[in-house]
C-alpha cells in the first residue's frame, strides 16, 4: 500500500463508520495474544469463525506458513483491485497491518498504538475505551483472572513471604534490580498476591508490558528449577536492598 495524501482522501470515514473500525483494534489484538501464548498454528481454530472473508484469507495465508512479503503482496492485490473506499478500505487496511503485525508475533498493546495511527488523535479515547472492552489481555482483567491462583509448585513459593512484607516503594528498587526475562520466570511460578504485589509498583505502561508478556509464561510455565533459580535472584537483590538501604523487614 502506498500511504500518501491520496490514500488519506480515499480512507475518510464517517464517524459511526470509524467507530465500526476502531471495533477492529481489539479483535486483532485477541489473535495477537493467542498466537503469542499457543502459536500462530493455533489461529487455524479461529478462521471459520471469524465472518469476514479478507481476515479469512489472510490467516490461512498465515497459519500455512507463507512469508509475510507475499501475505503483504496477496492482500494489497485484493484491495487495490478492488477499488474500495471508505471504511471498506480503512477495514481492509487494519486487518492486513495487524495480521502482519500478529505474524510477526508484535505485542498488542503495541499493535493498537500502531494501528491507532489510522485515526485522528482525537479518536484515541474511543480506541482505548473499545480495547478495555473487548481486548481479552488488558492487565485488569489478566490480573483478575490470576488472583486466587496458588504459587506452581511449593519450590515456587520462595517469594510469598518477603514480598507481603515490603513496602511498595522497596519493591520498586528490587525490581530495578531485577532484569525482565528473569522477573517474568520468577513470577510464571509464583502467586497471584505476589504478581498483584509486584505489578502494583510499576507504572502502568510498565505494568501492561510485564502482564502482556507473562501471560504465555502462565499458560505454560518453564521448568520449576528455572523459576527457582529466577527467585533466587529476586531473593539476592531484595538482601541486597536490606543491607544496603534498611528496607522494610
Known sequence: MIYDWNFSERITCTGEELNACARLIPRLMNLGLKARRDGLLA??????????????TGLALI?????????????????????????????????LEGMLMIQS?????????????????????????????????TTAKILARFSERPPLA???????????????DDIAKVLHEIDTQALIIALSGASGSVI???????????????????????????????ITAAQEKVLAALGSLKNGSGAAK
Open 196 to 226: 498483584n504485589r509486584m505489578c502494583e509498583s510499576l507504572s502502568p505502561r510498565a505494568r501492561d508490558l510485564l502482564v502482556e508478556d507473562l501471560t504465555s509464561f502462565l499458560h505454560y510455565p518453564p521448568d520449576i528449577a528455572d
Open 63 to 95: 497459519v500455512n506458513g507463507t512469508d509475510p512479503e507475499l501475505v503483504r503482496k496477496a492482500l494489497e492485490l485484493q484491495i487495490l483491485t478492488q477499488g474500495y473506499r471508505g471504511r471498506e478500505l480503512l477495514e481492509r487496511v487494519l486487518m
Open 154 to 168: 511449593s519450590e515456587t513459593a520462595l517469594l510469598e513471604g518477603p514480598i507481603h512484607e515490603l513496602s511498595k
Open 43 to 56: 489461529l487455524e481454530d479461529e478462521i471459520d469463525s471469524l465472518g469476514h472473508p479478507f481476515l479469512k
Open 105 to 137: 508475533g508484535t505485542i498488542p498493546h503495541t499493535m493498537k498504538d500502531l494501528l491507532s495511527v489510522f485515526f485522528s488523535e482525537t479518536f484515541a479515547d474511543t480506541i482505548a475505551a473499545c480495547c478495555e472492552e473487548d481486548y481479552e489481555g
